[in-house]
């Protein structure tokens, strides 16, 4: 049995009726051709959309462990939602931030690749830039999200880990869970290193850069966001947003 691929974002409840969210949703429904698409609800209120294809799993707050101040779940806890265990192992789950336009369905060799990752494969894109490294986004932070000699509480070199944009980020459930959980054994360290928000990027992209992952980049045609400078290659038409004259999968902050 051939491994399915799953769609997931997730929200709480104050950002339910958010405009970028909800233009994803429309998104999804024109254009998903992923064999599932589920919204991760944090909280009491459970949304319902006009439209089939979107499932809602809800996760109650009290079942994440490591709260990141956003309430973004993209370290891998959107998998306490119990419904999740209906999942296999094997099947891959790509999940996003919400602020997203999906704007086209996936191709057929994009579709072998992500159905034929193995256990630990990683699929994930650049950040500012495709040699950007963890000190160099680091050093992006002001002083009041950053404490002095943070450095020292990392034995690697931090010069050779890249720094990945976590907003779109592909595995199978398994690895999803090996990254959840070494998650939650680090984040107490980062917290106290960190207060800005992306620390749960930065820590994410240390883990993936440090614990046994295979890391595979994916390309601007995939995902494609606008946190740093329009990529090279990239063109804007209107609403659609194309690389080397490809339609971008995920289009990402480029409103």
Known sequence: MQNSIILTFGSDELYLDNANLQNYITSIQANSTFDRNILVSLGEKTPSFPGKNIEIFRLDKNLVVKKNINNCLQHGEFLNANKFDEIKDSDIIIFTDGDITLQRGLTEEEEFFLRNLKDNDVYVGYNASPTETLIEEASLFDDIYLKPGWEKAFNEDLNKIKCYNTGVLCMNKKTWIKLRDIYLEKFDLV?????????????????????????????????????????????????????????????????
């Open 191 to 255: 917290d106290k290193i960190f207060t800005h928000y992306a620390k749960q990027q930065w820590l994410i992209s240390y883990i993936i850069g440090t614990k046994g992952f295979n890391i595979y980049e994916m390309g601007y045609d995939f995902h494609n966001h606008s946190c740093h400078d329009l990529p090279w290659g990239s063109q804007k038409i209107g609403n659609l947003l194309k690389y080397n004259n490809k339609i971008v999968l995920f289009k990402h902050k480029w409103y």
